[in-house]
């Protein structure tokens, strides 16, 4: 009886897993450029971190749309829009520098959050 209690929940899980994807595939992915230092000071809610200068290589590790809509940002905005270009230069169509941090937190109606790895 057990097993197939843990049968079920795995089979639920893999759906789960399967089909994320497809439900959260309209949310955008906003994507903070600072350094971890920097990150450690605060952080966009829902925001992931991908240094500006490692951008091209761990944006491939995330297997999203070239269409996908992506908002960057850093302190000052500058970084981010570096970071823009970078992800435009390698086919990314909806990439979008939302500037510094304060400025992004408004644009996208988020709070700044403790940062946790």
């Known amino acids: 009886m057990t ?3 843990f049968k079920n929940l795995k089979v639920k899980i893999l759906f789960i897993v399967l089909l994320s994807p497809f439900v959260f595939a309209d949310e955008p992915l906003v994507i ?17 971190h991908i240094e500006w200068m490692k951008i091209e290589e761990k944006i491939a590790d995330l297997n999203i ?5 992506i908002y960057l940002y850093c302190r000052s905005g500058n970084r981010s829009g570096k970071a823009t270009a970078i992800l435009e230069e390698i086919g ?12 992004a937190a408004e644009k996208l109606d988020k709070k700044i959050v403790k940062y946790s790895e």
């Open 3 to 5: 097993f197939n209690i």
């Open 65 to 69: 749309a070239k269409d996908k809509k």
């Open 32 to 48: 903070d450029v600072r350094t971890l230092e920097e990150v450690k000071t605060g952080v966009i809610q829902d925001a992931i």
């Open 92 to 103: 990314f169509t909806n990439a979008i520098n939302v500037g510094g941090i304060i400025e």
